[in-house]
Nanobody, 124 residues
Framework: QVRLVESGGGLVQAGGSLRLSCAASGRTFSRNSMGWFRQAPGKEREFVAGMGWSRGFTDYVDIVKGRFIISRDSAKNTVYLQMNNLNPEDTAKYYC?????????????????WGQGTQVTVSS
């Protein structure tokens, strides 16, 4: 049974930083890709960043490029999202997701497993 557990969310002032973690368990992930998504109240869940698990290639939505960095620790089966220079528009619940594909999942439909989410709130 695949399990994804996010942590690291919280309240931060604009301009601050947070690092989210997603611990994966349940099997090996060499043929998977991971994604970070977020959902603000009243909005659809949207892709933020993703990474191919084995090769480490990455992709980001334009609005976070240069501010967010996705990385992984394969030994810990953990994916991170370092978020810098946060602004109030980044306020959302952040979810990690696992896709049974080497392609980075950019839509919710392409994800097979989800974590429970962690709240990020950025104050102005």
């Amino acid at each position: 049974q695949v399990r994804l557990v996010e942590s690291g969310g919280g309240l931060v002032q604009a301009g601050g930083s947070l690092r989210l973690s997603c611990a994966a368990s349940g099997r090996t992930f060499s043929r998977n890709s991971m994604g970070w998504f977020r959902q603000a109240p009243g909005k659809e869940r949207e892709f933020v960043a993703g990474m191919g698990w084995s090769r480490g290639f990455t992709d980001y939505v334009d609005i976070v490029k240069g501010r967010f960095i996705i990385s992984r620790d394969s030994a810990k089966n953990t994916v991170y999202l370092q978020m810098n220079n946060l602004n109030p528009e980044d306020t959302a619940k952040y979810y990690c997701a696992l896709a049974d594909s080497v392609l980075i999942p950019k839509t919710t439909a392409s994800c097979n497993f989800w974590g429970q989410g962690t709240q990020v709130t950025v104050s102005s």
